[in-house]
């Protein structure tokens, strides 16, 4: 069973910087499919960031540019580094894992287990 925890959320100004944290247990590949998401109250969850085979990496174009997404190249540990945040990024963020040898996607379908989220918050 893999179980995933998230860590690094919190209250940021705009314009600050966070990181977010995943760390994951039980029997994991390197070459995951791994992603990012982020659900707003009242919103879709989406898909921001993933990383997937030959550790190629796709993002939203809200976030291009400003965020960047890392594993640890034994799917043990996914990091989500933010820059430049702004109010519209608050959200809870939850990272996610799927199949192998996926290349990077955005949709939640491929995805099979997640975490329990982290909130972050930006203040204007």
């Known amino acids: 069973q893999v179980q995933l925890v998230e860590s690094g959320g919190g209250s940021v100004q705009a314009g600050g910087s966070l990181t977010l944290s995943c760390a994951v247990s039980?029997?994991?590949?390197?070459?995951?499919?791994m992603g990012w998401f982020r659900q707003a109250p009242g919103m879709k969850r989406e898909g921001i960031a993933a990383?997937?085979?030959?550790?190629?990496?796709t993002y939203a174009d809200s976030v291009k540019g400003r965020f960047t997404i890392s594993q640890d190249g034994a799917g043990k540990y996914l990091s989500l580094q933010m820059n430049n945040l702004k109010p519209e990024d608050t959200a809870m963020y939850y990272c996610?894992?799927?199949?192998?040898?996926?290349?990077?996607?955005?949709?939640?379908?491929?995805?099979?287990?997640w975490g329990q989220g982290t909130q972050v918050t930006v203040s204007s």
């Open positions: 990383i997937g085979r030959d550790a190629k990496t």
């Open positions: 039980g029997d994991t590949y390197s070459d995951y499919l």
């Open positions: 996610a894992i799927g199949g192998r040898q996926w290349v990077p996607i955005l949709d939640a379908y491929p995805y099979n287990y």
